[in-house]
């Protein structure tokens, strides 16, 4: 390899990280941010769920989302997730902190517990799911869902912090919007499962495509409906857990982000690059109005034609 390619690879295989923080049930705002707007951003697939707060913390430039929109207007099965992992993308993000309320399902992860996921049993149903479709294919790899970078970052902080974390668990994402059965809860422990809740995929799922960095924080608010000293989720129970998780959420947030915003190398996971071997319909056969929107997310891989 030539001088002149060597210094040009190393040129676009450095990042200057910019961090996106997707705010689930309690979180619909972000404190200490500096220079901060919201503002509106369009994508192909349709409108986020609300504007997008820019601003910077610690220096370190971040867009924040409230997933269901302030005053949380909008139900897990009715969010638009390609709109809002489009318009982080648009936007410049290249890492997605996830802070999401979960149920546990497991006596040892109680309320007020942090879980740093690892996996995702994805039994959602009614949710568009991919970016590509017909006229332009592609099928990129889940098998690790969750960014271990980020995780190893969150992990740290969450520990420097003394918070109650544990670092892997597996969020079995269910359609909703109603709580789940006894004999649901029951099957999700069964499988090992370690907390449920509604909302990550296919949010993971569309980060990969759009090789954007995803982690998640599941935040433990209630013992779902299996633990005979527990009375059933409400959401007034999530409500007030979450109050009191919040502080730890934005502690945890604070910490995170000047430490995810420093200048770096590809990330070693290659979340980043998780169309470089996806794609399939032959460039001829690609649906030109497919492709123009695609544009906005994998114009990467798209542009070799
Ligand atoms: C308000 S309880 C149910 C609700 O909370 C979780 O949302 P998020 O992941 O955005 O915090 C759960 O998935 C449900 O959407
Ligand atoms: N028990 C539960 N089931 C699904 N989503 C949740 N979000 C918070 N608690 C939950």
């Known amino acids: 390899m030539s001088t002149e390619t060597t210094a040009l690879s190393a040129a676009q295989d450095s990042v200057e990280p910019v961090i996106g923080l997707?705010?689930?049930?309690?979180?619909?705002?972000?404190?200490?941010?500096?220079?901060?707007?919201?503002?509106?951003?369009?994508?192909?697939?349709?409108?986020?769920?609300?504007?997008?707060?820019?601003?910077?913390?610690?220096g370190v430039r971040c867009v924040f989302l409230p997933r269901h929109g302030r005053g949380h207007p909008i139900p897990p099965s009715r969010?638009?997730?390609r709109a809002n992992i489009a318009a982080l993308k648009m936007s410049g993000v290249t890492d997605i902190v996830s802070l999401s309320a979960v149920g546990s399902l497991k006596e040892e992860l109680p309320p007020g517990h942090f879980v740093i996921i690892d996996q995702f049993i994805d039994r959602s149903f009614a949710r568009e799911k991919s970016f590509f479709d017909t006229g332009c294919v592609?099928?990129?790899?889940?098998?690790?869902?969750?960014?271990?970078?980020?995780?190893?970052v969150l992990e740290g902080a969450a520990r420097d912090l003394k918070l109650d974390v544990t670092r892997g668990g597996t969020y079995l994402v269910m359609e909703g919007p109603q709580f789940s059965t006894k004999a649901e809860s029951s099957l999700y422990r069964s499988w090992g499962c370690s907390v449920v809740g509604m909302t990550n995929m296919p949010e993971a799922k569309l980060a990969r495509e759009a090789e954007i960095c995803y982690a998640t924080v599941a935040m433990v608010t209630d013992y779902d409906c299996w633990h005979p000293?527990?009375?059933?989720?409400?959401?007034?129970?999530v409500v007030k857990v979450m109050m009191a998780n919040a502080d730890r959420a934005r502690a945890?947030?604070?910490?995170?982000v000047p430490a995810l915003g420093r200048p770096r190398g590809l990330c070693p996971a290659?979340?980043?690059?998780?169309?470089?071997?996806?794609?399939?319909?032959a460039p001829e056969k690609r649906d030109p109005a497919l492709?123009?929107?695609?544009?906005?997310?994998?114009?990467?891989?798209l542009s070799r034609g």
């Open 22 to 58: 997707i705010g689930g049930s309690g979180l619909y705002d972000i404190d200490g941010l500096e220079d901060k707007q919201w503002r509106a951003v369009e994508t192909p697939w349709g409108q986020p769920s609300d504007q997008l707060l820019f601003g910077r913390l610690g």
């Open 79 to 81: 969010l638009n997730y």
């Open 138 to 152: 592609a099928h990129v790899s889940v098998a690790d869902p969750l960014c271990p970078r980020i995780g190893d």
């Open 229 to 237: 000293d527990h009375d059933s989720v409400t959401v007034d129970a």
């Open 252 to 256: 945890l947030v604070k910490a995170v």
């Open 270 to 281: 290659g979340c980043d690059r998780a169309l470089e071997h996806a794609l399939i319909t």
């Open 291 to 301: 492709v123009a929107k695609l544009e906005t997310i994998a114009a990467r891989v």
